[in-house]
């Protein structure tokens, strides 16, 4: 149903003059979606309440709730079309009266990890830009026929909404650089294997796919009692990000799974000197996909003792040093990190091998990132000890990964089962940090025993081998004829 109605959306959402994108769908679907989850969660606690013999004060005020100006219901339980607002008199009421309205939760909220923060960090950040009242009104009667109640409801909703964040990658629009593959966060977060408790960071936070995938993790690593959710709720999530509509994609996709209040913060993570962070800022575990090729400024590159314009590289300085002692991490990189010979990467090869345990690097193919022909790779790492041996795995797929060829989770299942003893196999192999170049600390994946492939004879000794082929079937045909 889910799936039906996003198609449908979009349909409508192609015919209005406001929306000229996969972008803008996603973003105008995401507002209205949200109104409507947020109402169903509203009337979800309404009804906790009442078992309770508590009263539950509505966070929306009455004429601003989903039932009175979006889809007034009749007796019959359908949308009143007589009472609901269309047209010009929709988008006027939304632009002049929603909007302003949500928007000013931001400031009456008592403190940033509430869901009233987020609602108005939200309307504070989108815009309305559906122009036909119209259309807004077959979208609003759209959503409405969803519904968020159940937790099978909920999977099913927030799984169909990052397959949208990912088609807006595949679109060619820069959404993509919001979304990892799932089947990769899910291998990642379980090789980490976070518990419950650890302070989970992402400074590049993008849709908050590795904070909901751990959210997921952690929510089946075992029954949890009352204090657990709460610590999973306030205290276990936390992102920065600094793209307005990655910000609030990624916000509202940790609600949709499940998070009320995310603790999410829209800012340039690589804006804070290094210098600055306390031991009280510290994480136990970093899980993230920074954006790479960038190139930041240089005023931002003097809050790094490394100086370079290369994003990824500032942001692993980052990584490594809001982690704390004992903590680990896994941060998806471009795989020349490995080997550039540039003096900062040099210089933050060096950094990471000494102040940290880089135990595995998974080495990804080529496509593993649709739309993005770069190949990357996963570095493992826990802060605290230096390293003494890396353990590689090279992802060998006999297939090429594309948009109808993606990356799947069996493809991985076998690295994940190597990567806990480290074991050597046609895939995998180690390399003890002593035995590296102590100059440049070149840290190539170059597979040790790979097979080699046979190679491609050439069409003049096949024609060859036909011929020597053919003369010794003729001899064989001689022979029998002449004992005939």
Known sequence: MFEQTFKNIDDILHKDAGCGSELDYVEQTSWVLFLKYLDDLENDKATAAELTGKQYKPLIDTEYQWNVWAAPKGADGKIDHNAALTGDDLADFVNIQLFPYLKKFKADAVSADTIEYKVGEIFSELKNRIQSGYNLREVINRIDELRFRTHAEKHEMSHLYESKIQNMGNAGRNGGEYYTPRPLITTIVKVVAPEIGNKIYDGAVGSAGFLCEAFSYLQNSKKLTTTDVEILQKRTFYGKEKKSLAYIIGTMNMIFHGI??????HTNTLAENLADIQEKDRYDIILANPPFGGKERAEVQQNFPIKTGETASLFLQHFIKILKAGGKAAVVIKNTFLSNTDNASVALRKQLLESCNL??????????FTGAGVKTVVLFFEKGSATKKVWFYQLNLNRNLGKTNALNEKDLTDFVTLQKTKGESENSWSIA??????????LSAKNPNKKEEAALRQPQEILEEMKALDEESADILNSILELI
Do not use: M, R, S
């Open 359 to 368: 135990h595995t690097v998974l080495d990804l193919p080529a496509g593993t």
């Open 260 to 265: 009320e209040a995310p603790n999410i913060v």
């Open 433 to 442: 940090v002593k035995e590296i170049d102590q100059t440049t600390f070149d």
